[in-house]
């Protein structure tokens, strides 16, 4: 089937970027590449990826194009999916044969809610929807297709089996030829990151239950499943000569060093490729690690810290000492690794107190940026601090607003 995998255009306000479909709005314009989307796209001969947002298209460009196709894959999210529905019925004003569905979190759990929104929606690829999307591309009858849940002739909606979660991740073909085919690199841009910068998956799942954190718990599960050294660098090293002019590499496995000795074997083989690399990372890597990571061409971590305080990090069962992620910073710090932490607040539990304890945690200064638009939510008005401008921030505040001495002693954090 001549098929179509679509980041559909967001609606105003909403990017729609990390990942795909990321499920928060934020203030920077800034996007991660669609490769939920792009590896069914490279199992599927001849399919067309299309990611709106970040290449700016509008709606009734890609309406235009719905003729082409037969099949039409969205990925969706709670934030979009009212947005993503009106998407498939434009496609299918243009072109009413066309058979249209969901994949993503939001209808891996709740996919007979999400089929019962509308009746133009004919499926959703529940979970681990990569193959699920290549056997209806290859014609497969529905109801044959395990993870598939679907509106049968007679209009009543199908759950079928659980598809196995995939083990041998060398089955999924690379996606940076995707990339290479469909999409314009100089479009995503990360703020930490080089540009231009690529980003793939090394592996999927993350072994940890942070309770607030969408992904394991519905797409990726918690064993980390990883493709072998060798199919990871072979990618690599195609994508370097594709693409001469990118200045870095992003590995956004949810953990990537989750399995410290396969993160070390892969550095060593990245070094000799010669490409700066960085990755997501967990914040109790031991020095050894970092050394050797460091030394193989790793420039930056992206840790989810989370907050400075340790009864919080019990609360959302985040399964980090805060001595633990102190050193780790310390070890960062001492061997010139760059760190982009985040943090969250509001965390079940969460004080005034705590709050200040996550400001004070980070040693050298804090630049927070919110990805919240409310009275709440949390200023600086002077020093690094004041860069929270650039990103749209507010500097007004309610007269309410309790002032704290930021330990920096530059600024006063307004809570
Ligand atoms: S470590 Fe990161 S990816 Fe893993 S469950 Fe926690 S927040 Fe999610």
Request: proline share 5%; charged share 25%; with cysteine.
């Amino acid at each position: 089937m001549r098929t179509l995998f679509l980041q559909a255009p967001s609606f105003e306000g909403f990017d729609g970027g990390a990942g795909s479909r990321y499920q928060a709005r934020r203030e920077i314009r800034s996007f991660w590449y669609p490769t939920w989307l792009a590896q069914p796209a490279a199992l599927v001969e001849n399919s067309t990826l299309i990611d709106a947002p970040p290449h700016r298209l509008k709606l009734a460009q890609i309406a235009d194009q719905a003729r082409d196709f037969d099949l039409a894959v969205l990925h969706t999210s709670a934030p979009s999916f009212a947005s993503d529905v009106e998407t498939i019925k434009a496609l299918k004003t243009v072109n009413p044969a066309l058979k249209a569905g969901f994949v993503g979190a939001k209808v891996a759990v709740d996919p007979a809610g999400s089929l019962k929104a509308s009746p133009a929606i004919d499926f959703v690829a529940r979970n681990e929807f990569d193959f699920t999307i290549k056997e209806i591309a290859d014609g497969r009858s529905w109801s044959e297709i395990a993870g598939l849940s679907y509106r049968n002739a007679d209009g009543v909606i199908v759950h079928n089996e659980e598809r196995a979660i995939l083990e041998n991740m060398d089955l999924l073909p690379f996606v940076t030829p995707v990339y290479k085919r469909d999409l314009d690199i100089k479009n995503y841009f990360i703020g930490y990151l080089k540009h231009p910068y690529i980003s793939v998956y090394t592996g999927r799942g993350c072994k940890s239950r942070c309770t607030f954190c969408l992904w394991p718990q519905t797409v990726g599960g918690h064993r980390y499943r990883t493709r072998s050294v060798e199919h990871v660098i072979a990618e690599i090293a195609w994508a370097k000569k594709a693409f001469p002019e990118v200045k870095e590499f992003f590995f956004d496995d949810d953990t990537f060093t989750d399995n410290l000795p396969r993160a070390e074997a892969i550095a060593k083989e990245l070094s000799k490729l010669g490409v700066t690399w960085s990755c997501n990372a967990k914040a109790n890597v031991p020095y050894a690690t970092l050394k050797v990571l460091r030394d193989n061409g790793l420039r930056l971590l992206l840790v989810g810290y989370e907050s400075g305080n340790q009864q919080i990090l019990h609360n959302i069962k985040k399964g980090m000492r805060v001595d633990v992620a102190r050193k780790f910073t310390k070890d960062c710090h001492a061997l010139g690794i760059t760190i982009h932490g985040t943090f969250i607040m509001g965390l079940p539990g969460e004080t005034k107190e705590t709050i200040e304890e996550t400001i004070h945690f980070a040693p050298r200064s804090i630049r927070i940026r919110s990805r919240f638009r409310s009275p709440r939510r949390i200023l600086a008005p002077s020093c690094s601090i004041r860069r929270c401008r650039t990103a749209g921030s507010t500097m007004r505040m309610p007269s309410s607003s309790t002032k704290t001495a930021c330990k920096s002693r530059r600024c006063t954090i307004r809570i």
